[in-house]
């Protein structure tokens, strides 16, 4: 009897020992864990602290440059004086108007160059035309942060799409897709992107659609990736079985389950997106004046990099912050969604 007694607490601790396995299993997996991963990682902390804090910057431009433009239309709104850049021409200083006796190429206070001595009325001096810095870094972030956003959805989108299909069909739907996909790679970015805005013009909606589809590569080659192995898993052999529909099973079990990829790398995609427009924006054919960008402060500093350095280090410095703040949050994502680390 003893030795049943302890037959069976040894099955009771086995038992226990694989439940708390498997409880550990399951608390190592969902977004509650990689949540958990990426605010254990310093790194990745401090970089998802500047994008909350940039992307609050954007959200606040473009309700006063995007929504009150669009409400400013409507008669209930514009008896309260509502208009495009209400909050900064009431509040602050206008992003786009050169202020009458305005000085121009201030340095930041308290310092002084060639123009004069900087004041507090603009901390961070004035450019070409008199216009306070600071403003136009803060509605330019709207540009930056949107831009790199929606062009880093339509090349996702797009990507996955096309990868996901061609990685679960095979055969010669796969050939035909990666062919076409390797064709587009093959042609370098910049020319790609400068191609379609020749083509459709300078309008900043084309401007991010050709970002998008020069990235929609990168991505597709990425998810066919995991298709290929994820299309072999039992619970796909099960939905076949089953009579799901293609369209189905590649909405709703392929995809999902090859996407933590394609999810870091969008997030260092974006990143790149944000060169990609700023690059475009100093050449000319991006955002044009007076809309406040990064790349468009770049591009006007120019000619006075020797009279005030300050002028072109600012937007510089914005861009550089902003794109390494991706790459670090990046980095941990991936290091939380990594499998191999997990194990």
């Not at 201030?106 to 070409?128: F, I, K």
Request: with cysteine.
């Amino acid at each position: 009897m003893a030795t049943t007694g302890s037959t069976s607490d040894e099955v009771l601790d086995t038992d226990e020992g694989v439940g708390e396995a498997d409880s550990e299993i399951e608390s190592r997996v969902g977004w509650r864990y990689t949540l958990g991963q990426v605010k254990g990682d310093p790194t990745a902390l401090a970089g998802l602290v500047v994008i909350c804090f940039m992307s609050g910057l954007a959200a606040f431009a473009t309700l006063d440059a995007v929504v009150f433009d669009y409400l400013s239309e409507y008669a209930v709104f514009a008896q309260f004086g509502m208009r495009k850049y209400w909050i900064a021409e009431t509040f602050w200083i206008s992003p786009v108007k050169e202020p009458l006796g305005a000085r121009r190429l201030l340095p930041p206070a308290p310092l002084d160059n060639a123009y004069g001595q900087g004041t507090w009325d603009h901390p961070l001096g004035t450019d070409d035309r008199g216009r306070d810095i600071l403003v136009r870094l803060v509605y330019g972030s709207r540009i930056a942060i949107s831009v790199g956003a929606i062009a880093t959805v339509v090349g996702m989108v797009g990507g996955t799409v096309v990868g996901a299909v061609a990685g679960y069909y095979g055969g010669w739907v796969d050939d035909v897709l990666m062919r076409a996909v390797e064709t587009l790679y093959a042609i370098p970015f910049f020319i790609l992107v400068l191609s379609f805005i020749a083509v459709f013009g300078r309008n900043l909606a084309f401007v991010m659609v050709g970002v998008g589809i020069a990235s929609i590569p990168t991505f597709s080659r990425l998810i066919r990736s995991e298709v290929v192995s994820v299309r072999e898993e039992d619970y796909i052999e099960a939905a076949e079985a089953a009579g799901v529909r293609d369209r189905n099973i590649i909405a709703r079990h392929v995809i999902p389950n090859s996407f933590a990829p394609v999810l870091v790398q969008g997030t260092l995609q974006i990143g790149t997106a944000i060169l990609i427009v700023a690059g475009l924006s100093f050449l000319g054919f991006g955002v044009q004046p007076p809309t406040p960008s990064w790349g468009q402060m770049l591009s006007k500093s120019r000619g006075v990099m020797i009279e005030n350095v300050w002028f072109s280090i600012w937007p510089g410095l914005c861009i550089l912050v902003t794109v390494v703040a991706f790459n670090m949050f990046g980095d941990g994502l991936r290091d939380a969604l990594d499998p191999r680390l997990k194990n």
